[in-house]
């Protein structure tokens, strides 16, 4: 969809506490137990609405973990209801691992991050949350500018591929990070002025442990800016974060720790987003673009497993040497072989499903020189670098986390290290090549 003409650019913005008000079932961590005991710091959606004249997007940001297909078209159908008429909704999750679950095919097929009780009440309350926060952003429209600008933080990153892994029993290699920080200054003809920042890493300051709801240190990110530039708003799109954690985590941290990290992660991001924000008042004004939507629509193969039936006997054998393990205190020992039980569950309900694969679509956006492409789940770092090197657009933002949520996506390079991205990816070999061919063909980069 392409329009040639001159318009201006209107925008609105408008943030909505979404924060559950009870104990809700938390997501993010298998090994959590229990629901939320309380609030850290509040969780928001944040929309900015973007028209040209002839095209109207809404790109929305929430604090979660992840965001669904399921959950996608409702908010879509909600705001049509409403009046609120979009060509495009760019829904994202930042991706704490503090927030409440909401359900998606690919958390739900696996066992230990599946939620135990209903949830669709905290869901719809979500859901609503997001509806207000987009209707609100769209009767704010007005005459806008857009600048970019960027920055480096390469202080707060570790590619956590290394040797140890996640679960401490697979040695792969270090893997690269992308310590780049892109900032989007909008500001609006009354004087608002709304922050979009991308920047690729794992909010998990956090531990299976706590039960205190909190952004992680994106919300951190989040009261620095507002400070820093007089109360603007500001959204937070995570990028190909896949294999990309803090630096400098304690794997025994708890109490304050948890949030001294989270503290120290935002603010160090915040102060970037900052520069990035001076860089951006010293470039061009992007007034009048048009606005380009394309998209591609895509159905992931799910990968092949043996039959159910042999797994479930593979699971019963771990299961008794689990409880050797136990009986003799071998507390490393029964660590080490209990990821492999987890491994096997999660293939035991692929095995299971009734669908062999995950229908997606990916979306782009793009206005002027400035590129959006949203990324359907937990892309790994090489992706993203290569993705934006590719780009046609002299900017390319990845919003990661977006639309759905499909699990890992490592490069073909990948599956021959193994490792807990790789153990635990729901899609098949071919699956990673469609999906990189598909977001090459929507940015242009030649494959």
Not at 100 to 127: C, N, Q, W
Request: hydrophobic content about 40%; overall charge negative; some cysteine.
């Amino acid at each position: 969809m392409i329009h040639d003409h001159e318009a201006r650019l209107r925008t609105g913005t408008a943030s909505v506490d979404i924060t559950p008000g009870d104990p809700v079932e938390m997501s993010g961590y298998g090994a959590r137990e229990g629901r939320s005991s309380g609030v850290h710091d509040p969780l928001f959606a944040t929309a900015l609405v973007l028209e040209d004249g002839a095209v109207t997007v809404a790109l929305v940001s929430v604090d979660l973990l992840n965001v669904s297909r399921e959950l996608t078209r409702t908010v879509e159908r909600m705001l049509a209801a409403d009046g609120v008429d979009l060509d495009e909704l760019l829904l994202v999750a930042t991706h704490t691992h503090a927030g409440p679950y909401v359900p998606a095919r690919a958390l739900d097929i696996s066992p230990p991050l599946r939620a135990e009780t209903d949830v669709s009440e905290t869901v719809a309350e979500i859901t609503e949350g997001i509806v207000e926060a987009v209707g609100r952003a769209a009767d704010r429209i007005e005459p806008a500018t857009i600048r970019v600008g960027n920055a480096r933080e390469d202080g707060v990153q570790q590619n956590r591929r290394a040797a140890g892994g996640v679960g401490g029993n697979v040695r792969v290699p270090h893997g690269p990070v992308d310590p780049d920080v892109t900032a989007l200054l909008v500001e609006t003809e009354s004087g608002t002025e709304t922050v979009v920042y991308n920047f690729a890493c794992h909010p998990v300051c956090t531990t299976g442990d706590e039960t205190l709801l909190s952004a992680d240190w994106p919300g951190y990110t989040r009261e620095h800016v507002e400070a820093e530039r007089d109360g603007a708003t500001v959204l937070f799109l995570n990028g190909a974060a896949g294999d990309i954690n803090p630096r400098g985590m304690d794997p025994d941290r708890s109490g304050e720790d948890v949030y001294d990290l989270m503290d120290r992660v935002g603010t160090r991001v915040g102060d970037a987003v900052c520069r990035a924000l001076e860089d951006a008042e010293s470039s061009t004004k992007l007034e009048r673009a048009p606005v380009r939507l394309d998209a591609v629509d895509v159905r992931f193969p799910l990968k092949e497993t043996p039959s159910a039936e042999t797994i479930r006997g593979h699971v019963a054998d771990l299961e008794e040497r689990l409880a050797a393990l136990e009986e003799r205190g071998d507390e490393v020992g029964y660590e080490k072989l209990n990821w492999d039980r987890r491994y096997a569950e999660e293939l035991l309900a692929i095995a299971e499903w009734d669908a062999r694969c995950l229908p997606n679509r990916i979306p782009y956006v793009e206005i002027g020189e400035l590129g959006i492409v949203g990324l359907p789940g937990e892309v790994l770092a090489r992706h993203g670098l290569e993705f934006r090197a590719r780009a046609n657009a002299e900017t390319l933002v990845l919003a990661g986390y977006a639309t759905d949520y499909v699990g890992y996506v490592p490069r073909l390079a990948d599956l021959e290290n193994v490792g807990y991205e790789v153990r635990t990816m729901k899609l098949a070999p071919e699956a990673i090549v469609e999906f990189r061919e598909s977001v090459l063909e929507l940015v242009g980069g030649s494959m």
